[in-house]
């Protein structure tokens, strides 16, 4: 990959980051799990024309500052960024910029359906965009580990259990230990919570697309009923797209 040759699109975590690199609207490469430490380093021996940042738990204007000394033309998607979408939202200075991206990529992949986005990570996101391209709000709900956290923090004699996603195995529906009862509740809980929620968007906001993306996806992917598109890069996709519409407003 040669110096000043792409767009990178970099979604950072609290601990982790993942670059998405693009050729115009092709998505050439994903690198996963880095470092923030060594983020830096990354972003240098593959340094991009172009790049755009988005957190939610970082500051990134340290990034910003070294590629732009570098000469690549750099973003940053805060609430003030202009996008391709239109937002419908009270609160848009506190809208998260990855609920903001994979709206976005959304309708990239999407662009003459209505879309929601079911986004599993820390929390779950349920996010609503119209045909139309605008961004109408959604649901915010507790994430798949949150809710085994929930149970051990308020409660005396619930264990903690931590799900290694590799290891998982679908529960049964009766669970026949506390362990068992627990994994059941937390997985059929949200699996009927998901299957509800899609099921009230299409009866009261009419027929989309529903994109499934997150950390904790691939856990309820097989099991879900209603018809959905995995799509584990749409918010880098989404990225990309918000990185080529500034380019272009800049060089208008």
Known sequence: MSALARNAAVDIGNTFAKIGWFDDETLVAVEKNIPVEKLEAQLLERLPAHAIFSSTSQETSQWVDILKDRGSVVFQLTPMLPLPIEKDYDTPMTLGADRVAAAVGAKVLFPDN??????????????????????????ISPGFRMRFQAMNAFTKRLPFIDITPSDFIVPQLIGKSTRAAMESGVFNGLLVEIEGVIERYRSEQGECQVLLCGGDAPLFENSLKSRIFAAPNVVLTGLNRILQYNINLQNA
């Open 114 to 139: 209505n879309c929601l986005v079911i986004d599993m990570g820390t929390c779950v996101t349920y996010d609503w965009v119209s045909k139309m391209g605008v961004f109408g709000g959604g649901i």
